[in-house]
């Protein structure tokens, strides 16, 4: 089995484990993100300037307690640096976090951090560039997403907010070099209740 097969299958076997606790609790949320992300690549004698890209996905978490929360999410994230490369994931971040709650609970902020792990599931290079190729870039990329996150619930237990986070490479994007992806990510959400 490959690595991305392992990945999704460790996923979902996460997933299933994490479900019945979800419901048992009523703590647990569900939902979508969509936002974009401005990313670069450092490393070495790579240095690139900024780029804009796309991210969305799914997300699920547990309010561990008033004031923590873990979360495990699902995301398509674009990533590279402006006029080298492209590159794509899917991307499985696992975060903890602390949550301060207003009064009555409607308003939480949440600082949070974790590690995640990315599948590379596309790659595209500038014409110009000779320093990497598609061929060089790796399969896969860990990192350590560092966020903050506003959340508002509404009449019907449901969700909406936005998230900003930092994620920076600790595993070189491609063979050979010591660059690294860095990037932010601003994301807007919605979740409901689970159980």
């Known amino acids: ?22 419901g048992q609790s009523r703590r647990g949320t569900a939902g979508v993100t969509a936002g974009a992300t401005l990313g670069d690549l450092q490393g070495g004698s790579i240095s690139t300037s900024s780029r804009w890209g796309f991210t969305g996905g799914v997300f699920g978490n547990f309010r561990t307690s008033r004031n923590s929360t873990i979360g495990l999410q699902v995301n398509y994230t674009q ?11 899917i991307e499985i971040p696992f975060l903890v976090g602390a949550v301060i709650p207003t009064d009555n609970d409607r308003i939480n902020f949440n600082l949070y951090t974790g590690i995640s792990l990315a599948f590379k599931v596309s790659c595209s290079i500038e014409e110009t560039v000779t320093l990497v190729t598609c061929d060089d870039a790796k399969s896969t990329e860990w990192a350590w997403p560092i966020g903050l996150g506003l959340g508002v619930k509404n009449a019907n237990g449901g969700i909406v907010g936005l998230d900003v986070r930092y994620s920076i490479g600790i595993s070189d994007a491609f063979e050979g070099t010591v660059a690294r992806n860095r990037s932010w990510q601003f994301r807007a959400f919605y979740g409901v209740p689970m159980g």
Request: aromatic share 6%; hydrophobic share 55%.
């Open 1 to 22: 089995m490959n690595r991305m097969g392992l990945g999704v299958l460790l996923l979902a076997a996460s997933l299933v484990v994490a479900t019945p606790a979800f």
């Open 79 to 89: 990533k590279g640096g402006k006029d080298l490369a492209r590159l794509d994931y």
